[in-house]
C-alpha cells in the first residue's frame, strides 16, 4: 500500500486500524466487527461500509453505526476492470489500512488488488481448498449426505490475486455437520463460526499490522 493510500494508524490518527468492509448482503459479520469495534482496547475502526447493491441490509447496518455507507452498483455490461478501478479509489479515499471482504459477491481483479497489496482479506464458509465460489455451505451438505465429507468450516484468507477463496490462508473454524442437519440449520451454525472467526482475525490483523508499523 503506498503511502498516499495509508490509513489513519500509520499516518498517527487515531491509533486505531482502520477497516473498510464491502459486503453485498445482509452485512451479519459486518455487524460482528462493528459491535466488537465499540468495545474499548479492540483497536480497530470500521471507516466505511461498501456494497454492489443499493438495497444491500449491510449498507443499513452501516448507517445505524453512524458509518459512511456507500453503494456503488455494477452495471451489466461496465467493462470489470473499469468498475473495479472506481471502486478502488472510493475505498483509497476512506483511507484503510485493511480492506475486509464479508459477503462480498464479486471476484474482484488486479485494478482494484493492486491498490491494497496485502491488505485484502475474505471471509469464506468452507474449509480451506474446499467449495470455492458460491453455495458453498449447499455443496458441503450434499457432499456430507454423500459421505464426501464429515465436516465442513470458515476460513479467512488474503486476496492476492483474482483465484476464487484460495489465498494465504489465515484462521480456520471447523462446524460439524448433523445428520439431521438442513441447509437453514447448517447455515446458522456455519455463520455463528463466521462471526467469531472474523473478529479473532481482525485481532490478527492489528497485532501483525502494529508489529510491522513499529518496524519501519
Do not use: C
Not at 159 to 180: F, K, L, N, T, Y
Amino acid at each position: 500500500m503506498s503511502a498516499t493510500d495509508a490509513g489513519a494508524y500509520t499516518e498517527g490518527g487515531t491509533g486505531l486500524v482502520r477497516l473498510v468492509v464491502l459486503a453485498s448482503g445482509e452485512g451479519s459479520n459486518l455487524q460482528a466487527v462493528l459491535d466488537a469495534s465499540r468495545v474499548p482496547g479492540f483497536g480497530a475502526e470500521v471507516a466505511a461500509a461498501f456494497s454492489d447493491r443499493e438495497d444491500a441490509f449491510a449498507l443499513e447496518r452501516a448507517r445505524r453505526a453512524g458509518i459512511p455507507a456507500v453503494a456503488l452498483p455494477y452495471k451489466k455490461g461496465r467493462p470489470r476492470a473499469d468498475y473495479d478501478a472506481a471502486l478502488a479509489d472510493a475505498v483509497v479515499a476512506k483511507r484503510p489500512d485493511f480492506v475486509l471482504l464479508l459477503g462480498w459477491m464479486r471476484v474482484l481483479s488486479n485494478a482494484f488488488l493492486s491498490r491494497f497489496p496485502g491488505r485484502v482479506v475474505n471471509l469464506h464458509p468452507a474449509l480451506p481448498g474446499a467449495f470455492p465460489g458460491t453455495r458453498a455451505i449447499e455443496r458441503a451438505l450434499a457432499a456430507y449426505r454423500d459421505g464426501a465429507i464429515p465436516t465442513t468450516g470458515v476460513m479467512t484468507h488474503y486476496v492476492p490475486d483474482e483465484g476464487v477463496d484460495s489465498g494465504p490462508v489465515i484462521a480456520v473454524a471447523e462446524v460439524p455437520i448433523r445428520a439431521d442437519d438442513d441447509l437453514a440449520s447448517l447455515s446458522a451454525r456455519v455463520h455463528d463460526a463466521e462471526h467469531r472467526l472474523v473478529i479473532d482475525t481482525v485481532k490478527n490483523l492489528i497485532d501483525k499490522f502494529r508489529a510491522e508499523t513499529q518496524r519501519r
